[in-house]
């Protein structure tokens, strides 16, 4: 298993956001400089997809302040999410990054997620990986927290971070300011938090100057994982 799919459902819907985890540095607007992967080149394919469960905002984010994505599979609904072509050593470092762990992790806990559909690796956020489906017979992972969205606090997200949100769906989805609000809208730690029209607001912004490109016919819920 040299290559796996890796799940990105927050700000890495972002090429650019993700780029930073892979060849490091500090993204603008952000807080914290990050190592790098052993392995900085980009990932071989991209795919928009869509997969059972949703996103929820909880905690407090050191890199960009306010509540960070988190996924939850038994939200209703479906989640709209970003498939990277990568290494199995690239996806262990971005996670670890994510874990605020230098890169080079083991690599047991990915091992463990492919063959059972879920590795705690640790308490924290971000230490849980999820086995989410599969595509072209390989897996494709993600992370998250271990406690699901009814159990933890809910926390509004800053707009920055929505920005960066609101620029991966356009880039993977074709989704244009008023769809991706919509999206938004009724996530746990955005509803009731967020108003629609600051939502467009922000979300409008990451608009580009010309009409967004047609949704994408990837853009489907995952089929089961191989088995």
């Known amino acids: 298993m040299p290559l796996l799919w890796y799940v990105a459902y927050g700000s890495n819907l972002h090429a650019a956001r993700l780029d930073w985890y892979l060849r490091g540095g500090r993204p603008p607007g952000g807080l914290r400089t990050y190592p790098g992967c052993r392995d900085c080149r980009p990932p071989r394919r991209t795919v928009p997809a869509l997969i059972p469960g949703g996103i929820y905002f909880a905690g407090e984010s050191r890199a960009w302040t306010g509540g960070m994505a988190f996924y939850d599979p038994d939200l209703p609904g479906r989640a709209a999410v970003r498939g990277y072509l990568v290494t199995v050593e690239q ?47 390989l897996p494709m992972l993600t992370f998250t927290a271990g406690h699901r969205a009814v159990e933890v606090p809910w926390t509004r997200p800053s707009a920055v971070y929505l920005g960066m949100l609101a620029r991966g769906l356009r880039e993977a989805h074709g989704w244009d300011g008023a769809r991706t609000a919509d999206y938004l809208a009724g996530r746990p730690g955005v509803a009731g938090r967020w108003t629609r ?31």
Do not use: C, K, N, W
């Not at 047991?108 to 989410?132: C, F, N, Q, S």
């Open 91 to 137: 996806f262990a470092d971005i996670a670890a990054q994510e874990m605020y762990r230098p890169p080079g992790a083991d690599l047991a806990g990915i091992r463990a997620a492919v063959g059972a559909g879920r590795a705690t690796l640790g308490p924290g956020r971000y230490e849980t990986l999820l086995r989410v489906g599969a595509r072209d017979g």
């Open 197 to 227: 029209r600051a939502l467009r607001t922000v979300a409008g912004a990451a608009d580009p100057p010309h009409p967004p490109a047609p949704r994408s016919s990837s853009d489907s819920p995952l089929r089961p994982p191989d088995r």
